[in-house]
């Protein structure tokens, strides 16, 4: 559990719920920040523990919006996916991961960028029917302004490599006194809901994980081995398919594509570390 650093006056409660997969009750809680933004976070109550993180509302948010975010989540069916607080996000002098905000008037929300330089925004655009809708996009330039693609949050995830702070700039583009009932978040909202119900997660902590094991002396074949992913050569000598193991870590790309793949099946990731590594695979979600 983390040491939230937090007194009372610092916390509000903002609802609570039973979770599907248990008899547990949780809370939605509002946790105030020394620099004046806020986390909303899903825990169990009274302790704290088990703590995610739901969205991160900058200083300069109205207060009521943190109840709005809180709303929707407790009636999103796929609730309780969001990925764990961590230290970072409690740390009053983190860098703030979202860039500032860029020609709204436009209507651009916050930007992300990946490892590859490629810029991640979310712009109203004109549909088919002569309406508007709020759609994630993709630029290769440096500047908001330059052509763009049409993407999915999913894709935006799967870019910069984690789920934050992509689902928070996405919960908040959704804030319904944002949008005036002139603007359409049907499919947004679609896709936020699918990434939350989804099998298919990040590999980025599992391929560190390996990686820190290779580092400590285990070998990928021990690995792919002990997940009962094995092949024999020529002579019969039995040895791990490392093949396996290192595309569904993103270190070597699937036939026909062209990178490696960022994405896991839950199931896939809990052999792996359950069965490889032999730790438990909450230790390597994000």
């Not at 006056?9 to 946790?31: F, K, M, N, P, W």
């Not at 009053?92 to 979202?98: G, I, Y």
């Not at 990434?195 to 021990?222: F, Y």
């Not at 270190?251 to 896939?268: A, C, N, R």
Request: proline share 5%; glycine share 6%; with cysteine.
């Amino acid at each position: 559990m983390l040491a939230l650093g937090c007194t009372p006056s610092h916390i509000r409660c903002l609802g609570r719920y039973s979770a599907s997969d248990s008899t547990q009750s949780r809370e939605v809680l509002a946790l105030a920040r020394p620099d004046g933004s806020t986390l909303l976070i899903d825990c169990l109550p009274g302790a704290l523990s088990d703590a995610r993180l739901i969205a991160r509302l900058a200083c300069d948010e109205p207060p009521e919006n943190a109840e709005i975010v809180s709303e929707m989540y407790l009636v999103d069916e796929t609730r309780g996916h969001c990925r764990r607080l961590t230290a970072q996000d409690l740390d009053p002098c983190a860098r703030a991961e979202l860039t500032a905000e860029v020609d709204t008037t436009a209507g651009v929300h916050a930007s992300l960028r990946d490892a590859r330089g490629r810029l991640y925004v979310i712009r109203e655009l004109s549909t088919s029917a002569s309406g508007r809708e709020l759609r994630w996009t993709r630029s290769c330039g440096a500047d908001a302004r330059d052509p763009f693609d049409e993407v999915t949050l999913r894709d935006v995830v799967g870019g910069v490599q984690d789920y934050e702070p992509a689902r928070a700039i996405t919960l908040q583009a959704l804030i319904p006194d944002r949008l005036n009932g002139r603007i359409s978040t049907r499919r947004l909202r679609e896709e936020m809901q699918r990434l939350q119900s989804s099998p298919i997660v990040l590999n980025r902590l599992l391929r560190e994980t390996v990686e820190r094991h290779l580092g400590a002396g285990l070998t990928m074949s021990e690995i792919a081995m002990r997940c009962d992913r094995t092949k024999r050569d020529r002579r019969g000598t039995r040895s791990g398919e490392t093949s396996w193991l290192a595309r569904r870590i993103g270190q070597m790309t699937e036939p026909g594509e062209v990178e490696p793949s960022p994405w896991v099946h839950t199931d896939t990731l809990a052999l792996i570390v359950r069965t490889g590594l032999g730790m438990s695979p909450n230790e390597v979600e994000l």
